[in-house]
Nanobody
Framework: QVQLVESGGGLVQAGGSLRLSCAAS????????MGWFRQAPGKERAFVAS???????????DYAESVKGRFTMSRDNAKNTVYLQMNSLKPDDTAVYYC?????????WGQGTQVTVSS
């Protein structure tokens, strides 16, 4: 059974940084697309970043326009963990952040971690 556990959220001032982690279990995930989404109060869940295997040891990362240049997604396959390094945080980045893995026809989600950016 696939399980995703996020950590690393918290309260930070605008301009600060946080690194989120997502530990996956219940399989190996090196060849699967993994991603981060977020949901702000009163809004729908939205794409933040994804990281997918394109062959060999090469991965492709994609980002929402609103976070390009500020957020970086990476993974450590030995630890079955993906990360989201968030720099230059803004109050608009405040949301619950969810980890996602797309495997076959299924999507799996973590429980989320709260990120709050104060102005």
């Amino acid at each position: 059974q696939v399980q995703l556990v996020e950590s690393g959220g918290g309260l930070v001032q605008a301009g600060g940084s946080l690194r989120l982690s997502c530990a996956a279990s219940g399989g190996t995930f090196s060849s699967y697309r993994m991603g981060w989404f977020r949901q702000a109060p009163g809004k729908e869940r939205a794409f933040v970043a994804s990281h997918r295997w394109i062959g060999g040891t090469t991965y492709y990362a994609d980002y929402a326009e609103s976070v390009k240049g500020r957020f970086t997604m990476s993974r450590d396959n030995a630890k079955n963990t993906v990360y989201l390094q968030m720099n230059s945080l803004k109050p608009d980045d405040t949301a619950v952040y969810y980890c996602n893995v797309h495997r076959g026809v299924n999507d799996y989600w973590g429980q989320g971690t709260q990120v709050t950016v104060s102005s």
